[in-house]
């Protein structure tokens, strides 16, 4: 390649490190600041009340650490939160398998699959707060989205989540 494009600073400094390339550029993701949905048809489908969840999203693979924050969220007493998780495996795995169970054993958490549009802008528009606990990002939309709508944030503490001016 002539160029190589990244998404964040951290990236760009592993790859010139492993790979000795000065080439490399970085173009941050962006989104589009969002439209506050104030109906709750998603919420009540799902058995949720305005700003009393917690609610992540995204791919449920072993790097996003998502059975660490269902185990967390296990150690609280008596919460009156549920914990949200919006998404999916891209493709079948023992590990999303496992997390699938781990969550229906868990009382209080929800899975919700895959949403997109104002399915996903309403849950967004409507969370107490958003969580990330990943191990690894590129530059993670979700964050993104969830600090474009104003909602309070814990991520993990990495690198990449690190760029973004929390």
């Not at 992540?56 to 660490?68: D, I, Q, S």
């Given at each position: 390649a002539d160029k190589v494009i990244v998404v964040s600073e951290y990236i760009k400094k592993y790859l010139e490190n492993k790979y000795g390339r000065k080439d490399i550029v970085v173009i941050h993701n962006g989104i589009e600041i969002p439209q506050i949905i104030s109906n709750t048809y998603t919420l009540e489908k799902f058995g949720l009340q305005p700003k009393k969840y917690v609610f992540?999203?995204?791919?449920?693979?072993?790097?996003?650490?998502?059975?660490?924050?269902?185990?967390?969220?296990r150690k609280i007493k008596n919460s009156e939160f549920k914990l949200v998780i919006a998404g999916d495996a891209d493709h079948e795995t023992n590990y999303s398998r496992n997390l699938k169970k781990l969550a229906k054993e868990t009382q209080g958490v929800v899975l919700t699959g895959i949403l997109t549009g104002g399915l996903l802008d309403e849950l967004y528009s409507n969370a107490g707060l958003f969580v990330l606990p990943s191990y690894y990002e590129g530059l993670p939309i979700a964050l993104l989205e969830a600090l474009s709508y104003g909602l309070p944030v814990l991520v993990s503490d990495i690198p990449q989540h690190q760029e973004i001016p929390l």
């Open positions: 992540t999203a995204c791919r449920f693979v072993p790097e996003k650490g998502l059975h660490n924050l269902i185990f967390a969220y």
